[in-house]
C-alpha cells in the first residue's frame, strides 16, 4: 500500500528534508543581506583582498592562498564522487543491504524498493554537492587568471 504507517514516515522524512534544504537556503540568503553572518563577512573580506592584489606587486602570497582555498574544494569534488561511487554500489546490492539492515534491532524493515529510492535521493544530492564544488573550482581558477592579467594593466 502507498501510504501505509511506514511509507508515511519515509515521504514525511522526504519532505522534511527537502522543506529544510530549500527553506534553509531561502532564510540564509535573505539573512546574509540583512545581517553579518560568517558568508557576508567572507564576501567582503574576499572583496578587499581582490582590491589589494590589483595594488601589489609580489602577488606569491595571494597564489599560494588560492592555491590551498583550491585544494581544499578540490578534496571535497572528489570526495562527493567517492560517496556517489558508494552509494550507487548501494543501489546494486540493495538486496543484500536490506537483509543486512532488516538484523539491526532498532531499524523498521524496508523494503528493496524503498531503500533503492533512498539511496537514489542520496545520489542526487552528492551530485549536486560534486556540481557545485566543481563550479567553485572554475571560479577559483577565474580568480588566478584575473588576478595573473591584472598585474599587465
Not at 592584489?53 to 581544499?72: G, W
Not at 578540490?74 to 538486496?95: D, K, N, R
Not at 549536486?128 to 595573473?148: H, I, K, P, Q
Request: proline fraction near 1%; charged fraction near 15%; charge should be positive.
Amino acid at each position: 500500500m502507498l501510504l501505509s504507517v511506514g511509507n508515511f514516515q519515509d515521504w514525511l522524512g522526504l519532505f522534511v528534508l527537502l522543506g529544510s534544504w530549500i527553506g534553509y537556503t531561502c532564510y540564509s540568503h535573505c539573512r546574509s543581506r540583512s545581517s553579518s553572518c560568517l558568508s557576508s563577512v567572507l564576501a567582503q573580506y574576499r572583496e578587499e583582498w581582490m582590491i589589494r592584489v590589483i595594488a601589489r606587486e609580489n602577488r606569491t602570497s595571494d597564489a599560494s592562498l588560492i592555491s590551498s582555498l583550491r585544494a581544499s574544494v578540490s578534496f571535497f569534488a572528489s570526495t562527493s564522487l567517492l560517496v556517489v561511487a558508494g552509494l550507487i554500489t548501494g543501489i546494486a546490492a540493495s538486496e543484500q543491504a536490506v537483509s543486512v539492515i532488516s538484523t539491526i534491532p532498532f531499524v523498521r524493515t524496508t523494503t528493496q524498493e524503498l531503500w533503492e529510492l533512498k539511496m537514489l535521493v542520496m545520489i542526487i544530492i552528492f551530485i549536486y554537492s560534486f556540481f557545485e564544488f566543481t563550479w567553485s573550482l572554475r571560479l577559483y581558477n577565474f580568480a588566478c587568471v584575473l588576478m595573473g592579467n591584472s598585474h599587465s594593466r
